[in-house]
């Protein structure tokens, strides 16, 4: 017989023993004590032991990086956004303008260096910079056997020229507030290109003034158009001593257009334009050989080439 069957044999006989008289209340406790030991006590599970947390690695901070595109050449232009957290932006020493985004525009002059450097000052003190290579270009050098002509202007033609010159000063420094410089621009009109940004003379070593825009030669009369908006900041019927009737646009962020040798103008001094707007008529007005478009691009003391801007003439 199994150890558990004996004991369990002695349980009912002890309870018979026990058992109340015929018409008697069996006795709770004998109850409760023949149950607790018929009853296995159980065996307490083992305690898990909880696994130690692992936390995941942290990942490294990035550093903050500028992001831009455009013409990194001599005459070129970019536009980018500013690293995350900065503070202000500049192209070398020129503090460049940051709109409600981050985003910036810079250029590079026609005679720029092949180096250059962004620089983001952040929040917090620390220096972010990018250097950028600034490809050169050949340009259009014609080199003359001729003394270049000596002697300077007359006092009478200087007396006229001062305030032309003051005007076109004070209107491609006007810094507006507009946002044509984001915008990709379009030719004011289509034609032949008569004359190339850059081009020079040299006289028995000595150079001349290069050119500062670009030419289109068209019919006189024919319309052109704002290649993007802003602010008309010079409007001039009145014809300048060598550039004619004259325009010119303020896109923002440092950068401007002017339009010369027109034969009308459509637009007045204050008035906001949107791309494809009409501006005026071409014609030859002022120190011009036939009817064109003088076209030229500035940002700040920058001459930029406009052919970067709008691609090949459609």
Same mark, same amino acid.
Request: glycine content about 8%; overall charge negative; charged content about 25%.
């Given at each position: 017989m199994s150890g558990r069957r004996a004991i369990l044999l002695i349980v009912i006989i002890a309870l018979a023993a026990c058992a109340p008289a015929s018409g008697e209340e069996p006795n709770e406790r004998a109850v409760l004590a023949s149950t607790e030991l018929l009853t296995e006590p159980a065996t307490p599970a083992p305690a898990l032991e909880k696994a130690p947390v692992r936390e995941a690695p942290a990942e490294p901070a990035r550093a903050p990086l500028f992001a831009y595109a455009g013409e990194l050449t001599q005459g070129g232009w970019i536009r980018g956004k500013a690293p995350l957290g900065a503070a202000s932006v500049r192209l070398g020493e020129r503090e460049l303008a940051l709109d409600a985004k981050g985003e910036?525009?810079?250029?590079?002059?026609?005679?720029? !260096? @092949?180096?250059? $450097?962004?620089? =983001?000052?952040?929040?917090?003190?620390?220096?972010? +910079?990018?250097?950028?290579?600034?490809?050169?270009?050949?340009?259009?050098?014609?080199r003359i056997n001729l003394a270049k002509r000596a002697g300077g202007s007359s006092a009478s033609f200087m007396a006229r020229r001062r305030p032309e010159l003051d005007k076109i000063w004070d209107a491609r420094t006007a810094e507006a507030d507009s946002d044509g410089w984001s915008q990709d621009f379009v030719w004011p009109v289509t034609g032949r290109i008569s004359g190339h940004f850059g081009r020079q003379r040299i006289y028995r070593g000595e150079p001349g003034s290069y050119?500062?825009?670009?030419?289109?030669?068209?019919?006189? !009369? @024919?319309?052109? $158009?704002?290649? =993007?908006?802003?602010?008309?900041?010079?409007?001039? +019927?009145?014809?300048?001593s060598l550039e004619g009737q004259i325009i010119i646009i303020d896109h923002g962020a440092g950068l401007n257009s002017a339009f010369i040798h027109l034969s009308d103008i459509a637009v007045s001094e204050g008035d906001f334009v949107e791309q494809g707007q009409l501006l005026g008529r071409i014609g030859s007005s002022g120190r011009a050989t036939g009817p064109h478009l003088h076209w030229s691009l500035k940002w700040h003391d920058t001459r930029l080439d406009p052919y970067l801007f709008v691609g090949p003439m459609p």
């Open positions: 910036f525009f810079a250029a590079f002059d026609r005679d720029a !260096g @092949t180096q250059e $450097v962004l620089v =983001a000052t952040l929040e917090d003190g620390r220096e972010v +910079r990018d250097n950028l290579t600034i490809s050169p270009r050949e340009w259009n050098i014609q050119h500062s825009g670009i030419d289109i030669a068209v019919p006189s !009369g @024919t319309p052109f $158009v704002a290649p =993007a908006s802003g602010l008309v900041t010079l409007a001039s +019927r009145r014809e300048f």
